[in-house]
């Protein structure tokens, strides 16, 4: 069973950045698609990116287009978010998680729906 650890949260300044990782354990995650989900106090959890298992595609809220870039290190089974530009709006848990069975399409990606593996989360503030 693969296992998910972020790191690389913390407090940053409006304007700031901060590079999120995730690290895969137990199995490689290659094969898998991986996205990346935030939720903020007394708010649902919300889509933020994903990587399809392909690798050819990307997908971004559009909360975060333009300032966000997810990626990943397939042979250091590793993911990553990199982000650009905070807003104080960004604040948040921030979780990876994994889709260890199927293919979803981009659209179904957004969902938390098809994600069985996830991070225990790491905290983003935004504040100055």
């Known amino acids: 069973q693969v296992q998910l650890a972020e790191s690389g949260g913390g407090l940053v300044q409006p304007g700031g950045s901060l590079r999120l990782s995730c690290a895969a354990s137990?199995?490689?995650?290659?094969?898998?698609?991986m996205g990346w989900f935030r939720q903020a106090p007394g708010k649902e959890r919300e889509f933020v990116a994903a990587?399809?298992?392909?690798?050819?595609?990307?997908v971004y809220a559009d909360s975060v287009r333009g300032r966000f870039t997810i990626s990943r290190e397939n042979a250091k089974n590793t993911g990553h978010l990199q982000m650009n530009n905070l807003k104080p709006e960004d604040t948040a848990v921030y979780y990876c998680?994994?889709?260890?069975?199927?293919?979803?399409?981009?659209?179904?990606?957004?969902?938390?729906?098809?994600?069985?593996?996830w991070g225990q989360g790491t905290q983003v503030t935004v504040s100055s």
């Open positions: 990587f399809a298992r392909s690798g050819i595609r990307i």
């Open positions: 137990g199995r490689t995650f290659i094969n898998y698609s």
């Open positions: 998680a994994l889709v260890t069975a199927g293919n979803p399409i981009a659209s179904t990606l957004r969902t938390t729906a098809p994600y069985d593996v």
